[in-house]
T-cell receptor
Framework: GENVEQHPSTLSVQEGDSAVIKCTYS??????FPWYKQELGKGPQLIID???NVGEKKDQRIAVTLNKTAKHFSLHITETQPEDSAVYFC???????????WGAGTKLIIKP | GAVVSQHPSWVICKSGTSVKIECRSL??????MFWYRQFPKQSLMLMAT?????????EQGVEKDKFLINHASLTLSTLTVTSAHPEDSSFYIC??????????????FGPGTRLTVL
């Protein structure tokens, strides 16, 4: 079955700098790759997603890139702000049963 | 749009009692709903997948008689933790996939329910 690995587990960046979180997946049939932001005590919030027919997608300060050949996708956050501090999860969906396979999460810390 | 609510947001109960958690899709119809549990500093763990009008499919290791799931309508799914014990204390989160969602598995998540069993 699908397996998703996420790195790093913790990322500390200076406010205003960029942050990059990387994920790899194993199932070439996966066709949907969302990124979620989870704040303490809250449910995950979808911040951006990418489908397998697209290589890159951008939404203001957030972008996601997908390399299907290498089976990895990355989240890029530019001009980081204190409110970006949270845990970020990547996921992959093999599509067949509509389940999401989750990465282990990255705790992003924005230093003032 | 695409709002999912959960009720209650938190609950404290005594060991041996049952607790029901509701998950509602407020502005769309959900053909499929998912129930997750999350322990502190860990990722989400899928417990079961439920489709409206049919029995839920449970993940390996999840006791179906302990975690009862009912998906009676396209906007409501419930999770009942029966005979709760302290080890059932966790953060329970539901998500919903919209009817006609196409081949891509976009899921919308509820805010979660914190269950504490004394």
């Amino acid at each position: 079955g699908e397996n998703v690995e996420q790195h790093p587990s913790t990322l500390s960046v200076q406010e205003g700098d960029s942050a990059v979180i990387k994920c790899t997946y194993s199932d070439s049939a996966s066709n949907y790759f969302p990124w979620y932001k989870q704040e303490l005590g809250k449910g995950p919030q979808l911040i951006i997603d990418i489908r397998s027919n697209v290589g890159e997608k951008k939404d203001q300060r957030i972008a996601v890139t997908l390399n299907k050949t290498a089976k990895h996708f990355s989240l890029h956050i530019t001009e980081t702000q204190p409110e970006d501090s949270a845990v970020y999860f990547c996921a992959a969906s093999p599509g067949s049963n509509y389940q999401l396979i989750w990465g282990a999460g990255t705790k992003l810390i924005i230093k003032p | 749009g695409a709002v999912v609510s959960q009720h209650p947001s938190w609950v404290i109960c005594k060991s041996g009692t049952s607790v029901k958690i509701e998950c509602r899709s407020l502005d769309f119809q959900a053909t499929t709903m998912f129930w997750y549990r999350q322990f502190p500093k860990q990722s989400l763990m899928l417990m079961a997948t439920s489709n409206e009008g049919s029995k839920a499919t449970y993940e390996q290791g999840v006791e179906k008689d302990k975690f009862l799931i009912n998906h009676a309508s396209l906007t409501l799914s419930t999770l009942t933790v029966t005979s709760a014990h302290p080890e059932d204390s966790s953060f329970y989160i539901c998500s919903a996939r919209a009817v006609g969602g196409g081949p891509y598995n976009e899921q919308f998540f509820g805010p979660g329910t914190r269950l504490t069993v004394l």
